[in-house]
């Protein structure tokens, strides 16, 4: 994404039709919360955050675009991995701060340590046990294997 | 919640228990993300905050609590309203900073605003377009009718 960064860079939408995203409650820090849902199993795959040029983004591209807290930078999901999200449906909640989208995950993997989706774990009896297995190793899928 | 503030309160886990808790990734000011999904239909409803007291008394009592960040105090989920969220599964993402309750919606109404869910509204052709109905006039649902 180096090479195209800029709120004017392609795909991204003309100002004047960008109304939508003034409607956005956007945090302290310029993001709101955006969780993926398979539009298939609607499991709940993530929950990433997105600045205004990452919805602007996900809307034009059809793809989703996330801001990486830890890389401090706009992130194609999938980008490395192939493991793109293909956007359905876009929604926004009462109170504007949180979106929820509808998604086609290319690859069948959502997480970056190779599970369909981020939350494999679930609460039993006091402790996070791993339902969901590994569907392929990260190094694998990150070329480092 | 008024009378039973603190975090030896009843219902509240001991502590000795509570080493899941320790796992979760709380942010900054001691907050983790929460979707609520229906267990039924696999909307999701809600995206809400939890302290660690919320998330413990969640897990104790089977009800949905978050933290309100607007009103600064714990909130169980349907206090007012009646619409209360009964708790089925709890799960945690990769990085240990976002939940997914599966729940039941008591009422059929998880937003304030009398919709079924909080993400009543759509991105169509550059505009949010509210897509479902109101269930219920809130000036009812909160007996200021």
């Not at 493991?83 to 690859?107: F, N, T």
């Not at 981020?118 to 070329?143: A, H, M, N, S």
């Amino acid at each position: 994404m180096s090479s195209d960064e800029g709120p004017r860079a392609a795909g991204a939408p003309a100002p004047e039709a960008g109304a939508w995203l003034g409607e956005v409650r956007w945090n302290a820090d310029g993001l709101v919360a955006a969780i993926a849902q398979d539009a298939a199993t609607q499991r709940v795959l993530t929950l990433a955050w997105m600045n205004r040029e990452a919805l602007a983004r996900t809307e034009a591209t059809r793809e989703a675009h996330y801001w990486s807290r830890s890389r401090g930078r706009l992130w194609r999901k999938g980008e490395s991995s192939g493991h793109v999200q293909r956007v359905q449906e876009i929604r926004l909640d009462c109170d504007g701060d949180a979106i929820v989208l509808q998604v086609e995950q290319v690859g069948g993997i959502a997480c970056h340590t190779g599970h369909a989706r981020c939350f494999y774990r679930r609460l039993e009896r006091g402790r996070w046990i791993e339902t969901d297995p590994v569907q392929k190793d990260p190094r694998e899928i990150y070329g480092h294997g």
